[in-house]
């Protein structure tokens, strides 16, 4: 019924990598119903599509399919997809007050935060799209089951109970997923805080493309935030701690009444001026008196936010003490800090962040999802967007990847050079340049000390457009020129 596979191949260059909610439903006992009275039940249908597409435009989703008994509609928020779904039991409760119970239509909703693409035509497919299935298969008939992601999202939001079903497992992912059933079904009063959806204020960057092996994460980062007040993401450097804390800031915006806000201290090189940056980021304007630690800290007295502090590393005592005044006298603020090193406050949740996955064999691939190939082949279509995995391919970009250390930056950097240097050669500088950098010692750990140590320099220091452009530049194995750089480039979103 929907699309299964999310490893399926797309030729569409356009394909959009997203973070959505995704909606997906259909009628309980749809073949009996046919049997029984296939006209009735078309009438019958056609007004619950009705329902839902009123619902789905309502909260700001859109429809991407409705093909025989099922709707698959995405949304910007978890929230929007859960007051939708809530409103299509509502309304179809109430319709079917007269109907005897063995003829009524009820529909069984799964909802799901997670990854798809999107491809140029609207359709949607991919593991998000898989988990969201799964959820739909557990639902009663009326009812709604969401993953924990979802869950985690609107607890605090919407006035919903929730009753937890245990963790499912769903096929080609590993992990199982946590489902969490809606107790107010079809008929239940229960309903959404008004304004749910409403767009909320953040001075988060709109597109983040899509973020590859992270679901679970994700999900227990989340969670992490739900218990923790301040949630330290610890890594080394390139590993991927800022783009999980953007994406998990977006995916919680719709918690926090007052958004959700990062502050970037790569750039900062004077840890005194940390305070103005946290109020910059916010929008808020110190100076009115000689203490503008206790003007910021009254002004966030009162706020319901999520504020990610990113790159704390180089400012960690500074970062400590403005984290500390502010989980003391900021009760509905919470803090989420990435850094290489942990704060080490008292009450500081570390979570330390993993490399994206490698198969040790390419006949693991079948099985499952791997966030570093992923991560591979979307920079390299980036640059070619004939590029497949095949069985010549698939080997060397495992291989490639596994000397990266399944490391982000360190793939996307190696991805970028494919087109032009061809997957071997890549292969083969990797090896040659940990030479390079290590004047020739072969123990893996200062091969890969010196690799990050080189990478995480270069590249901490940069904003996006910049890192855009790096990564950009990282076709030119041996240096380039302004022509070639500009080639490279000329996409006319950056400045020379
Ligand atoms: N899971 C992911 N999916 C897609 N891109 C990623 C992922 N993790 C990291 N990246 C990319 O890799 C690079 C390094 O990640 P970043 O978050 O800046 O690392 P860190 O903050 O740990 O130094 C960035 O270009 C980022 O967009
Ligand atoms: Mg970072």
């Given at each position: 019924m929907i699309r299964e596979n999310a490893r399926m191949n797309t030729a569409d260059p356009d394909a959009r990598d997203r973070l959505l909610a995704i909606l997906l439903a259909d009628v309980q006992g749809y073949s009996r119903l046919m049997a029984l009275d296939d006209k009735a039940t078309v009438v019958a249908l056609d007004a619950g599509r009705a329902v839902f597409r009123e619902q789905i435009a309502s909260h700001g989703g859109r429809v991407v399919d409705m093909a025989g008994d099922s709707v698959l509609a995405v949304f910007e928020t978890a929230a929007g997809a859960l007051s939708a779904a809530l409103g299509v039991q509502r309304q179809l409760s109430s319709c079917d007050a007269g109907v005897s119970e063995s003829d009524r239509m009820r529909f069984r909703i799964g909802i799901h935060v997670g990854d798809v693409i999107e491809k140029s035509d609207g359709t949607v497919y991919g593991h998000g799209v898989n988990i969201a299935a799964r959820l739909q298969g557990l639902a009663d008939a009326g009812g709604i089951v969401v993953s924990e992601t979802v869950q985690g999202i609107v607890a605090q939001r919407l006035r919903l109970a929730f009753e937890a079903m245990g963790p499912q497992h769903v096929k080609n992912i590993v992990l199982p997923v946590q489902a969490y059933r809606?107790?107010?079904?079809?008929?239940?009063t229960a309903s959404p805080e008004p304004g749910a959806s409403r767009r909320l204020v953040t001075n988060l960057p709109e597109q983040l493309g899509l973020l590859y092996g992270r679901t679970d994460d994700m999900a227990s980062l989340a969670r992490a935030l739900t218990d923790h007040r301040l949630v330290t993401l610890v890594g080394?450097?390139?590993?991927?701690k800022s783009r999980l804390a953007r994406a998990c800031a977006h995916a919680l915006l719709p918690q926090y009444a007052d958004g959700a806000w990062m502050v970037e201290l790569?750039?900062?090189?004077?840890?005194?001026?940390m305070l103005n940056a946290v109020a910059n980021a916010l929008g808020i304007t110190l100076g009115?008196?000689?203490d503008e630690m206790a003007e910021l800290l009254a002004q966030l007295s009162t706020r319901s936010l999520l504020l990610v502090i990113d790159n704390c590393e180089h400012v960690l005592d500074e970062a400590g003490r403005i984290a500390r005044l502010i989980l003391q006298r900021c009760p509905y603020v919470r803090l989420l800090a990435t850094s290489q090193?942990?704060?080490?406050?008292?009450?500081e949740q570390q979570f330390r962040l993993a490399p994206l996955s490698v198969p040790a064999?390419?006949?693991?691939?079948a099985a499952r999802a791997f966030g570093a190939l992923d991560l591979f082949r979307a920079r390299v279509r980036a640059v070619d967007a004939r590029f497949e995995f095949d069985d010549t391919s698939l080997p060397l970009v495992i291989d490639i990847c596994r000397r990266l250390d399944g490391l982000p930056l360190a793939i996307e950097l190696a991805a970028v050079r494919v087109p032009h240097l061809g997957l071997t050669t890549v292969r083969d500088r990797i090896d040659e340049r940990f030479k390079l950098l290590t004047g020739g010692s072969k123990t893996g750990a200062s091969r890969h000390q010196t690799l990050r140590a080189a990478l995480e320099w270069s590249h901490a220091l940069l904003n996006e457009p910049e890192q855009q452009v790096f990564r950009r530049l990282g076709v030119f194995a041996g240096g380039f020129t302004m022509k070639m750089a500009q080639a490279a480039l000329g996409d006319g979103h950056l400045d020379e």
């Amino acid at each position: 019924m929907i699309r299964e596979n999310a490893r399926m191949n797309t030729a569409d260059p356009d394909a959009r990598d997203r973070l959505l909610a995704i909606l997906l439903a259909d009628v309980q006992g749809y073949s009996r119903l046919m049997a029984l009275d296939d006209k009735a039940t078309v009438v019958a249908l056609d007004a619950g599509r009705a329902v839902f597409r009123e619902q789905i435009a309502s909260h700001g989703g859109r429809v991407v399919d409705m093909a025989g008994d099922s709707v698959l509609a995405v949304f910007e928020t978890a929230a929007g997809a859960l007051s939708a779904a809530l409103g299509v039991q509502r309304q179809l409760s109430s319709c079917d007050a007269g109907v005897s119970e063995s003829d009524r239509m009820r529909f069984r909703i799964g909802i799901h935060v997670g990854d798809v693409i999107e491809k140029s035509d609207g359709t949607v497919y991919g593991h998000g799209v898989n988990i969201a299935a799964r959820l739909q298969g557990l639902a009663d008939a009326g009812g709604i089951v969401v993953s924990e992601t979802v869950q985690g999202i609107v607890a605090q939001r919407l006035r919903l109970a929730f009753e937890a079903m245990g963790p499912q497992h769903v096929k080609n992912i590993v992990l199982p997923v946590q489902a969490y059933r809606v107790r107010s079904g079809a008929g239940d009063t229960a309903s959404p805080e008004p304004g749910a959806s409403r767009r909320l204020v953040t001075n988060l960057p709109e597109q983040l493309g899509l973020l590859y092996g992270r679901t679970d994460d994700m999900a227990s980062l989340a969670r992490a935030l739900t218990d923790h007040r301040l949630v330290t993401l610890v890594g080394t450097g390139g590993i991927g701690k800022s783009r999980l804390a953007r994406a998990c800031a977006h995916a919680l915006l719709p918690q926090y009444a007052d958004g959700a806000w990062m502050v970037e201290l790569a750039g900062l090189s004077v840890p005194a001026r940390m305070l103005n940056a946290v109020a910059n980021a916010l929008g808020i304007t110190l100076g009115g008196s000689n203490d503008e630690m206790a003007e910021l800290l009254a002004q966030l007295s009162t706020r319901s936010l999520l504020l990610v502090i990113d790159n704390c590393e180089h400012v960690l005592d500074e970062a400590g003490r403005i984290a500390r005044l502010i989980l003391q006298r900021c009760p509905y603020v919470r803090l989420l800090a990435t850094s290489q090193a942990p704060l080490s406050l008292g009450d500081e949740q570390q979570f330390r962040l993993a490399p994206l996955s490698v198969p040790a064999s390419a006949e693991e691939v079948a099985a499952r999802a791997f966030g570093a190939l992923d991560l591979f082949r979307a920079r390299v279509r980036a640059v070619d967007a004939r590029f497949e995995f095949d069985d010549t391919s698939l080997p060397l970009v495992i291989d490639i990847c596994r000397r990266l250390d399944g490391l982000p930056l360190a793939i996307e950097l190696a991805a970028v050079r494919v087109p032009h240097l061809g997957l071997t050669t890549v292969r083969d500088r990797i090896d040659e340049r940990f030479k390079l950098l290590t004047g020739g010692s072969k123990t893996g750990a200062s091969r890969h000390q010196t690799l990050r140590a080189a990478l995480e320099w270069s590249h901490a220091l940069l904003n996006e457009p910049e890192q855009q452009v790096f990564r950009r530049l990282g076709v030119f194995a041996g240096g380039f020129t302004m022509k070639m750089a500009q080639a490279a480039l000329g996409d006319g979103h950056l400045d020379e």
